[in-house]
């Protein structure tokens, strides 16, 4: 379905797939978090931390949480002590790239505009 297919039907913004996509994408912090994953494939929690840089632990931590409920993210926690955890991006999660490509795109187009 599209856009046009909603045009004056919209009751609650939640109720359509758009809604659903950004309640799943939306935020500061989880897009930022897919891209990485997807330019590292399989990234460790403190690695993404540092990467991301002004994100708290415990931001990283629920946003992390999320995208795993909503079936985006893999997490794998190995039995080891100190705990050694990677997550990774689903073959849900693989299906957004290419919007966010077209995402990075439009950013080309119009940054300096």
């Known amino acids: ?6 045009k004056g039907k919209v009751k609650n913004i939640e109720d359509t ?3 659903y996509t950004v309640s799943v994408i939306g935020g500061k912090w989880k897009m930022v978090i897919i891209y ?10 403190n690695d993404l931390k540092r990467q991301i840089g002004a ?3 415990k931001t ?7 995208l795993e409920a909503d079936g985006l993210v893999y997490r794998k926690e190995y039995p ?5 955890v990677e997550y990774s991006l689903t073959e849900k999660a693989e299906t957004l790239l290419p919007v966010l490509e077209g995402l990075c795109e439009w950013g080309t ?5």
């Open 1 to 6: 379905m599209s856009m046009a297919e909603y």
């Open 17 to 19: 797939p758009f809604g």
């Open 36 to 45: 990485l994953l997807a330019e590292n494939q399989v990234v460790r929690f």
């Open 55 to 57: 994100i708290t632990y």
């Open 60 to 66: 990283l931590s629920s946003q992390l949480k999320e």
């Open 80 to 84: 080891q002590v100190p705990p050694k």
């Open 109 to 113: 187009k119009n940054q300096y505009n």
